[in-house]
């Protein structure tokens, strides 16, 4: 492994993975890259939200919310990743969250990716689709995937 793409989510999955991506990067010296996907629909009830409140001049871009997406990735890179010497990157990015993890793993040259994952039924899958499904399908490399 040289560089580890973990993806941050708040969930206590997500927090366990960027460990072990950070312990296996130490040995190993390797780049450990945290990403983190605002969907769509996140981004549109933000934005809504803002131009709610447009008296105050507010307003949100995808550049704000590729922001706070970066932003969220950086608090669990220091809060997860401070305890080992190793090299770490942040990104934000919006869309679908299976588009968003592959294109980051193809921007950052990644060679394997830590995804917290859900439980979630065959019929669940095959309605909403499952980005986790996809990345392992997609990805070439391994996944290594973490459930709560």
Not at 85 to 95: F, H, L, P, S
Not at 100 to 116: K, R
């Amino acid at each position: 492994m040289d560089r580890a793409l973990v993806v941050a989510e708040p969930t206590e999955a997500a927090t366990e993975l960027a460990q072990m991506a950070g312990s296996l990067a130490e040995a190993g010296d390797a780049t450990v890259v945290l990403i983190h996907a605002t969907t769509d629909e996140e981004y549109a009830a933000r934005k809504q939200a803002m131009s709610s409140i447009a008296s105050s001049g507010g307003t949100y871009t995808t550049d704000d919310a590729r922001e706070g997406a970066r932003q969220f990735a950086q608090d669990l890179a220091e809060a997860e990743l401070s305890e080992f010497d190793i090299e770490y990157e942040t990104a934000g990015y919006v869309g679908e969250k299976a588009d968003a993890i592959l294109e980051a793993a193809d921007d950052h040259d990644c060679d394997h990716v830590y995804l917290p994952g859900r439980e979630r039924s065959p019929t669940g899958k095959a309605l909403f689709g499952d980005a986790t499904q996809r990345v392992l399908l997609e990805f070439d490399g391994p996944v290594t995937v973490l459930t709560e």
